[in-house]
């Protein structure tokens, strides 16, 4: 039964060449899933928290300064860097990811978005503690609070889409 259809005949030569060609867009169609990931529910909660994160870049995060400021160089350096980690995952890296549904990139987010929450701490910490000159900080603003909330909920959104792949 070699080499024969569900009929008893040998397929043509038009028939071999088409199962070829099926067989090829087949497995490119696999080779495509295997890079990609599905979101589901957990796509729309990740699109929120980076809203999040772009409106607590508009909030006050260091004194008088709102969270882009902070990004562009005012501040201080380890609200700064938060800045930058928070920009950087928390929302391009995070808009590729979601628009790209690649599976490394899931990864890149994962990581990113929880060196980025410790980062966040950090910044608060630095405006909670005092000075050289014994003077209490000013504190965070609420822009740097929501951030670190939203990069926290991408932390552990992302590492759920990262670990679901099977």
């Known amino acids: ?12 030569e038009g028939d071999a060449a088409g199962l070829d060609e099926l067989g090829a867009d087949v497995d490119a169609a696999v080779s495509r899933a295997a890079k990609t990931v599905e979101f589901g529910r957990r796509g729309f909660g990740i699109a929120i928290a980076v809203f999040g994160v772009v409106v607590g870049l508009l909030l006050p995060w260091v004194g008088d300064h ?3 400021q ?4 005012e501040g201080g350096a380890i609200p700064r860097l938060f800045a ?11 808009v590729a990811a979601l628009s790209t549904r690649r599976w490394w990139l899931c990864w890149v987010c994962a990581i990113g978005s929880w060196i980025s929450a410790v980062d966040g701490f950090l910044a608060i ?9 014994g003077a209490a900080g000013g504190g965070p603003g609420i822009g740097m609070v929501l951030a670190v909330a939203c990069m926290l909920v991408l932390g552990v ?3 759920r889409v990262a670990w679901s792949r099977d």
């Open 1 to 12: 039964m070699s080499g024969e259809d569900g009929n008893g005949q040998r397929p043509s």
């Open 66 to 68: 709102v969270g882009w």
């Open 70 to 73: 902070v990004l562009a160089g």
């Open 84 to 94: 930058t980690t928070s920009a950087l995952f928390g929302v391009l890296a995070a």
């Open 125 to 133: 910490w630095s405006q909670q503690s005092s000075t050289a000159s």
């Open 157 to 159: 959104q992302w590492m």
